[in-house]
């Protein structure tokens, strides 16, 4: 009862897709990396990444821009008792009720080689005494000049001067590779459908073939030239290519469903692959590929980049421990006044100088344990630095021999299913006549699905290890040539 209603469900869900037939659209090979590389969700992640690092690159540069900035106090408002000192050391508490406003306009910039912060400020300030006994009065500071430095400190700014433009370069890169890896994802769901179909496409042929054969052998046995065994196992391979070809169908729509997904675009729409031609590229040499990988691959930069983070690490946990000495300094123009036109007349001169410092007296080996773990942590980014280093050199050195190796084994592939084409058109041909068996038979069908297989995996590895090689070096094999995008477009 459950096989009968499968079989009217399957029967159902045939008359329903003959009834409404899927759009179909070609695809090539080169369409679906690029759709892969511009709309996949893995691609739009790039993206928004590379702009993460963008915008953190343009904040750097901003702090050695100048910068203005307002504050105010709209209104400050007190009404409460406040205690004051008299002249024989006694205190007295007076009823406060005033409200105070304020405002102030700096321009800031920062001196990246030095770490200074100089300083140009202007405030204004208005004092209202509320109560029976009112009263304003203003005090202005037309203008200010200052500076403020760290001595013994660690440059913050010098340590991102040497920092931040490596990790930007170094999120162009890991872009660039995204996109690469995106190339070779792309590529495999490709073949993916591809093998889908030219597996159902196979199916139907060796069905319509063991059909065709069937029918011939039960002539055959009728007359008596083949036994009842022959007989049964030309059934036995008409209903297994039967189910091949639904399982080849089942196949097919999970691999369309999944290119579809991953490229972004509709579902539901039947591709109709186009299959490329093998990649061929002329040998690349080994030093060649890993030159450029080293100019151009975001893993030796990294490296860099972690042992430029490893020794601030180092210089800040000396700086910790050591003498720091705080310098600020300041020349200004300040005037008070019943009005806000008095408080700007015949200023008077206002200097500010202020010195402070730190010594670490006792601190129980905390500051030497920091900088003893600072510089492990040192040693230790160079060690695995060196080790990532040397696993990097091997991977490209064995991408390279894939890459060598490639136009042989394409060769070897080629000539591998014309022969099993040919040899099971022979045999074919000499089963109708009775000169083999079966058996013989279908070891050559197999024989020749494998190799055409084998053929078309061939074609696919070709353009993966091309892909492959591109993404462990940023370079184009065929020309050495780095890899570029427009950024710019990137960030519009």
């Excluded at 702009?51 to 709209?74: F, I, K, M």
């Excluded at 061929?280 to 860099?304: I, K, Q």
Aim: net charge positive.
């Amino acid at each position: 009862m459950n096989k009968l209603l499968l079989s009217l469900l399957l029967a159902l869900g045939t008359l329903c897709a003959q009834a409404q037939p899927a759009p179909t659209r070609a695809l090539t090979l080169e369409e679906c990396v690029t759709l892969a590389q511009e709309y996949s969700a893995s691609a739009l992640i790039a993206r928004q990444t590379f702009l993460t690092a963008y915008w953190r690159y343009r904040a750097y540069r901003a702090e050695y821009l100048p910068s203005l900035r307002a504050e105010g106090a709209l209104p400050q408002f007190h009404r409460r008792l406040s205690r004051y000192q008299l002249p024989n050391g006694e205190y007295t508490y007076l009823r406060e009720n005033a409200n105070t406003l304020s405002g102030r306009l700096s321009l800031n910039q920062n001196i990246g080689a030095t770490g200074t912060r100089l300083f140009l400020r202007s405030s204004l300030e208005r004092h209202d005494l509320l109560g029976e006994r009112r009263s304003t009065d203003y005090v202005t500071l037309p203008v200010q000049v200052g500076l403020e430095h760290s001595f013994f400190a660690v440059n913050t700014l010098k340590w991102k001067r040497k920092i931040e433009p490596k990790r930007y370069e170094e999120a162009k890169r890991l872009y660039l590779q995204t996109i690469e890896q995106l190339a070779q994802e792309g590529t495999e769901r490709f073949f993916n459908l591809l093998f889908a179909q030219q597996r159902l496409a196979t199916a139907r042929l060796n069905r319509a073939n063991a059909d065709t054969l069937f029918q011939i052998a039960k002539g055959r046995y009728n007359i008596g030239t083949i036994a009842e065994n022959d007989l049964l196992q030309m059934e036995l391979n008409l209903l297994n290519e039967t189910n091949s070809v639904s399982e080849g169908e089942v196949s097919l729509q999970h691999a369309q469903f999944q290119l579809a997904t991953f490229l972004g675009l509709q579902t539901g729409i039947e591709w109709q692959l186009i299959p490329p031609a093998p990649h061929e590229g002329d040998t690349v040499s080994y030093p060649t590929m890993l030159a450029c990988a080293r100019r151009n691959h975001p893993t030796p930069l990294r490296l860099e980049l972690q042992t430029t983070e490893a020794a601030q690490g180092i210089a800040e946990a000396k700086a910790a421990r050591g003498f720091q000495v705080n310098v600020s300094a300041s020349y200004g123009l300040t005037q008070q006044g019943q009005t806000l036109g008095g408080a700007y007349q015949s200023p008077l001169d206002q200097q500010g100088v202020s010195l402070n410092f730190a010594i670490p007296l006792l601190d129980w080996g905390q500051g030497a344990g920091r900088l003893k773990m600072a510089r492990s942590n040192y040693e230790l980014t160079q060690v695995r630095g060196q080790q990532a280093l040397h696993e990097f050199e091997q991977q490209l050195f064995l991408q390279v021999m894939r890459y060598n190796r490639q136009p042989s084994l394409l060769y070897i592939a080629a000539k591998a299913d014309t022969i099993a084409q040919n040899r099971f058109r022979i045999a074919k041909q000499r089963f109708l006549i009775g000169k083999i068996s079966v058996l013989d038979l279908d070891k050559a069908q197999i024989d020749r699905d494998e190799a055409n297989n084998s053929y078309l995996r061939a074609v696919r590895d070709s353009w993966l290890t091309y892909y492959q090689l591109r993404a462990l070096t940023l370079v184009d094999p065929k020309d050495a040539l780095p890899l570029t995008t427009d950024f710019e477009k990137l960030l519009k």
